[in-house]
């Protein structure tokens, strides 16, 4: 199959297949982490450890990326699809029966193993089905999978913690995977593997331990103050250490597992930086929005998923509506389009405060994510358009991984600016209040409340600080996400233009 785009029978049923599987795993991305507190009493851990469960599930899933495009061609794409799928719901179902921290994290690990391969088989088996002139709108139905379940993943483990129980986060996979298990066994064409390929273990363990430790510095970095402590001065070396050497070590091999042709199309390397970019704004964004609207505007956690839930349909929309225009304007300007966009709906969040008026909200919400979807959609055509076919597992594979690696360093750089802007912000205010204001000198209610001689009027005035320093620090994050489409914008200017190629031509070989 690859390397071909031959006509192709029961594609719809193909299409419904893989894209359970890749719902699944996007889902599975987040859904757990409204459920961590009722986990974290079950298993008797304390705060800390619970994260693990995050942790252990994203470090697997990045470091078992990057082979999956090796393993589809040496085991052939059908039988390992089929086998990630089926370890993934086994993975999912054991996760809902753990009794035991050490349980739950190895039971996570290998759901994120298995789950490592189901985003890029789905891409690359969508690129492979659907013939060159309908590859947008495959990209919009591919692209619906991986940016709506990170969305939708915190409402849906909320309602499920809240209506039935924790473990029902896991559960839920079962039903899906049957049927998507089934699926595949029926309809998905069988590509044969290749016995003779060797892996490159030198080339997976450096890039293992370079991607490992880079989750982890992401990860715990701001819980323990960063390079002030040894454990992320350790990773961030480590991290650095294993990408050299994955990169010398893969122009140099004989056959490494990451083919370097894939670097030498212009198209490739600048879709998957862009990639990078995009998704550290996609997840982040999200992100810092449930406790923005949780703590300072006070919703309840019901309506602040459903507050957010606008963002969804605009992606859809957007990946909808560039898909219909794909054949009739350059992709590079759709992109354009869509990065402004975003980059406007992101500045404009940073001038809100907790009163804004909710229509405002939904509005602004939907906005960014029909920007998102505008622009991922064009972006992962024109990645592949000069691409050989037969990189196309390899090329998945890459671009997964750095998405998941943008979303990585999104949240992580957001959170750690976040907590550093509150800290300088409450600072701030607080050296211009003296006990010579006004408000603090007259004898009514207020001044009395807000007395700092007093131990409940010095409580009063560091929480009011307090909150107006994290709005400041809020908004200062959004205005810093909106810079993160410049460097986007300039790598459309090293794109070739996306042509269109004749009817004709889609029963050829490259």
């Not at 391969?117 to 492979?128: E, I, N, R, W």
């Not at 940016?147 to 913690?161: A, K, S």
């Not at 004989?254 to 042709?261: D, K, Y």
Request: with cysteine; net charge neutral; aromatic share 10%.
């Amino acid at each position: 199959m690859p390397g071909t785009e031959p006509h192709v029978s029961h594609r719809t049923l193909i299409t419904i297949s893989v894209m359970l599987g890749n719902l699944m795993q996007s889902l599975d991305a987040s859904i757990a982490n409204v459920s961590l507190p009722y986990m974290q009493g079950s298993l008797s851990t304390s705060a800390d450890e619970i994260t693990w469960v995050l942790t252990s599930y994203v470090i697997a899933a990045a470091i078992m990326t990057a082979p999956v495009g090796w393993m589809a061609v040496r085991f052939g794409r059908k039988n390992l699809h089929i086998a990630c799928m089926s370890g993934f719901v086994i993975a999912s179902m054991l996760c809902g029966t753990a009794d035991t921290l050490s349980e739950m994290v190895t039971y996570r690990f290998l759901q994120g193993i298995c789950g490592a391969a189901l985003v890029p088989l789905s891409q690359a088996t969508m690129l492979d089905i659907y013939p060159f002139e309908k590859r947008a709108q495959a990209m919009a139905i591919f692209g619906m999978g991986v940016m709506v379940g990170p969305i939708t993943g915190p409402t849906l483990g909320g309602y499920l913690t809240e209506m039935y129980n924790w473990r029902y986060v896991f559960y839920v996979n079962l039903p899906f995977g049957i049927v998507a298990v089934t699926g595949l066994l029926l309809f998905l064409p069988k590509s044969p593997p290749r016995a003779d390929l060797k892996f490159d273990w030198t080339g997976f363990a450096v890039l293992a331990l370079g991607i490992g430790a880079l989750q982890l510095m992401l990860d715990r970095g701001q819980k323990l103050d960063w390079f002030g402590s040894p454990e992320i001065i350790v990773e961030a070396v480590l991290s650095c250490l294993g990408l050299y050497l994955f990169v010398i070590h893969m122009f140099t091999a004989e056959r490494p597992f990451l083919p370097p042709g894939l670097f030498k199309d212009r198209n490739f390397v600048c879709g998957v930086l862009m990639v990078f970019f995009t998704a550290t704004v996609m997840l982040a964004s999200s992100a810092l929005m449930a406790p923005y609207l949780e703590s300072l505007a006070g919703y309840p956690v019901e309506t602040a998923g459903m507050s957010m839930a606008p963002r969804g349909i605009g992606v859809m929309i957007g990946m909808q509506i560039a898909s219909r225009l794909a054949n009739l304007f350059d992709h590079r300007k759709l992109m354009a389009t869509g990065l402004l966009l975003l980059g406007t709906a992101l500045y404009s969040m940073s001038a809100w405060n907790p009163d804004v008026a909710q229509s405002t909200m939904v509005l602004t919400f939907m906005l960014q994510g029909f920007a998102i979807g505008f622009v991922f959609n064009p972006m992962t055509v024109m990645a592949f358009t000069t691409l050989p076919a037969q990189l196309r597992g390899y090329a998945t594979s890459l671009q997964a991984l750095c998405r998941n690696l943008g979303q990585a360093a999104g949240v992580s750089v957001t959170s750690f600016m976040l907590v550093r802007g509150t800290q300088s912000s409450h600072a701030d205010i607080a050296a211009g209040i003296t006990p010579f204001d006004r408000v603090l000198q007259g004898n009514d209610a207020v001044s009395r409340g807000l007395d700092p001689a007093t131990r409940h009027g010095a409580a009063m005035l560091d929480q009011m600080i307090n909150h107006q320093a994290q709005i400041i620090a809020y908004n200062n994050d959004f205005r810093m996400m909106s810079a993160v489409v410049v460097p986007s914008l300039l790598l459309l200017l090293m794109m070739r233009r996306h042509e269109r190629r004749p009817v004709a031509a889609t029963a050829e070989k490259p």
